[in-house]
């Protein structure tokens, strides 16, 4: 199949484009560097080092044997988007160009713009490229289980029957985001599903768990093929975060009691899923929504797996908590579907502690490089729109 | 009471400054003038004369004896609304300052683009701007009941009681917007709904039926405070559009077979419902939905009704069908609750023939202002983005 990635250079994009090409699909992309310039602009670095678009493109060449089809632009450049599409003629776009951060989103007014504008704008623009130019392609379209929230009944994937005042029907299930980022994406979700409706556009909706993961089997050993792996408050997540800590032995910072729930997956079941997903495309108008996650944990069930295995690496982590610089329930039910994806052939690797002894293996090398950058590990972005760095609520003492 | 108008000069803001200014409110407001601009666009202009701002500030003080509290600017602005709510200190916040048709956004990718643009920033804007400058004011915002879409239940007033596979939650309830009009209405709810959560800001999210009218009481006999009225196919609503139609004799347009069911309001029940609303703020932190309509009516008999007051009024209307230029269901289920304004002490005016006949009078004298655009009569933006003027599908005979 030929598939365009939008965001090729992403943490997702860059290991999508190796692993779809190592199946034999044919690949192109595009990137704008959003992503190198925000991490920088929170004082941050990639864990792994990042190589110039240049030097991957060299390094894909020489491993897959193929030239890397990449373009330098926007989805916000409506013409750009349009030429790069009708050129490359795909069968499946995966659209990874949003700004995925939710606290980069609550710093203020202009990041919170720029947030939606470029989300809401640029996927509006790619529904318009679509339909303008490759109808029958199908979008593979990157939401989040942020979307849901945590509301007090079971998560379906997308749609459900209700039965309301003696009358039925099936209705999008209602979303309850907890940043502005996160109703970006419910914004575009909802756009997205209205193209499929009045266009006969075909898309699937994922609403992807949180992703933890320093490779995937099909880069190598060349670090030019590496991906980014980001570990400060906005870009870095939960587990990637916690094993960069862990690596320099500052506490694993876990926000608030730690018993917020939430889905969580590894790049390679990521890439699994997304692959699955554009070589089962849905039929032409249909809108279809997949909730993408391996399992649901705590944050303070993963902040301990991360420390026992840690330690079996002879490392000599704690997990503090912290005051939860975020407003979200610290306790609350949840239990999402997600059989869609193992219908079509999803072999979760249900191996987390396996994925994390990579990690840190991965991570070892570059210890020095979290080092320089250990000053913003402690999140300060609050949701009440204030810079205040969390002080610590809950000390694990420091074993001897 | 201080009551801001976002979007002061126009259908809705400028019978509002004049209606609270009656009732004693001290009322302020900004606007940039694009609805002029837009149905200038379309080719289009208002069947009464709108004259200038500096025309329509004379004669709100020659009317009421007070200036009218006026600024040029753009909620895209954010320094400008800042400032202005800053000096201004209001109570409440009346917005109205979205692009408010759904044809226009469906034009094209640029007409989508400039919508949501338009109406998710700017309302993004006011939502920061609150929060920075006057967190304690009641934003009073409007949605519209295409939110909803037609499901086949019931629709309450935003939020409903959930039962799903044996456990219950209050949820917002599900949206089905039609054009990327009402979608970026949904977005903004969402933020809205959001910002109430996080910051404690207080809104009422008001879905407003279609409104029709050529006055209020308050306006008096001058023409300068006259209200705009619209009657293209991009900013001329149902009934608006109908009267223009039977004042020149042009046959009155349905789309498609006039079964869609819609609720609608007069332009002084719409006053009075905000005006109920501002009076009546919700708490601190409080978000919540009121639907704003009097009555629910399919289209056929509005054009109808329309039709037998004008041969009242000795005119001579037909009404035909035309394709619907828009993506709708033809028929369906249609019974949206209205009760929290009624408790508020709303009373629905109950006599859609009277206002009608108001309106005929009102537009008699500008005949040739309408018979001069008499061109954009009939519908041609289509929702799957092509244009093509529609054809008559169902011609009633023209009485001899």
Redesign the interface.
């Known amino acids: 199949m030929k598939i365009f990635i939008a965001g090729i250079d992403g943490y997702l994009g860059w290991a999508l484009a190796q692993y779809l090409t190592a199946r034999g699909h044919e690949v192109a992309g595009n990137d704008v560097f959003l992503r190198r310039a925000w991490v920088a602009e929170v004082g941050s670095d990639s864990a792994l080092p990042v190589y110039s678009i240049e030097e991957r493109a060299a390094a894909f060449e020489a491993h897959f044997g193929k030239s890397l089809n990449f373009r330098q632009g926007d989805l916000l450049d409506?013409d750009f988007i349009c030429n790069y599409l009708a050129d490359f003629k795909p069968d499946a776009i995966v659209h990874l160009a949003e700004m995925p951060s939710a606290p980069y989103s609550m710093i203020?007014?202009k990041h919170?713009?720029l947030t939606?504008?470029n989300n809401?704008?640029g996927s509006?623009?790619l529904l318009?490229?679509m339909?303008?130019v490759c109808p029958d392609a199908h979008l593979v379209k990157l939401g989040t289980m942020g979307e849901y929230g945590t509301?007090?009944?079971?998560i379906?994937e997308g749609f459900?029957e209700?039965?309301?005042?003696g009358?039925?029907?099936r209705?999008?299930?209602?979303?309850?985001?907890?940043s502005?980022y996160h109703?970006s994406k419910?914004?575009d979700s909802?756009?997205t599903m209205?193209a499929c409706?009045?266009?006969g556009l075909r898309a699937t909706d994922i609403m992807q768990g949180v992703v933890f993961g320093t490779r995937i089997d099909e880069m190598g050993d060349d670090p030019r093929l590496r991906t980014r792996l980001d570990f400060d408050q906005c870009f870095g997540t939960a587990i990637n975060r916690f094993c960069c800590q862990a690596v320099i032995g500052h506490p694993l910072t876990v926000f608030g009691g730690g018993k917020q729930r939430r889905g969580f997956l590894p790049l390679r079941d990521s890439m699994q899923c997304l692959t699955l997903t554009c070589e089962n495309p849905p039929q032409r108008g249909e809108y279809r929504v997949f909730n993408q996650f391996e399992e649901t944990y705590t944050i303070h069930e993963l902040a301990d797996l991360v420390k026992e295995v840690a330690e079996e690496a002879g490392l000599n982590p704690v997990v503090h908590c912290y005051d939860n610089p975020r407003?979200e329930l610290a306790e609350h039910?949840y239990n999402p579907d997600r059989q869609h994806l193992i219908d079509l052939g999803y072999q979760p690797s249900h191996d987390v502690r396996a994925e994390v002894r990579i990690m840190l293996a991965d991570l070892m090398p570059h210890k020095d490089r979290i080092l320089a950058k250990q000053a913003i590990l402690v999140p300060d972005i609050r949701?009440?729109?204030s810079r205040r760095r969390s002080e610590v609520i809950d000390a694990e003492p420091i074993k001897s």
């Open positions: 409506y203020d007014q919170a713009v939606q504008q809401v704008i509006l623009n318009w490229a339909k303008e509301p007090n009944i079971d379906p459900f209700v039965e309301f005042r009358r039925k029907d209705l999008p299930f209602p979303r309850q985001a907890g502005f109703w419910v914004h909802n756009n209205f409706r009045i266009w407003q039910y949701w009440d729109g």
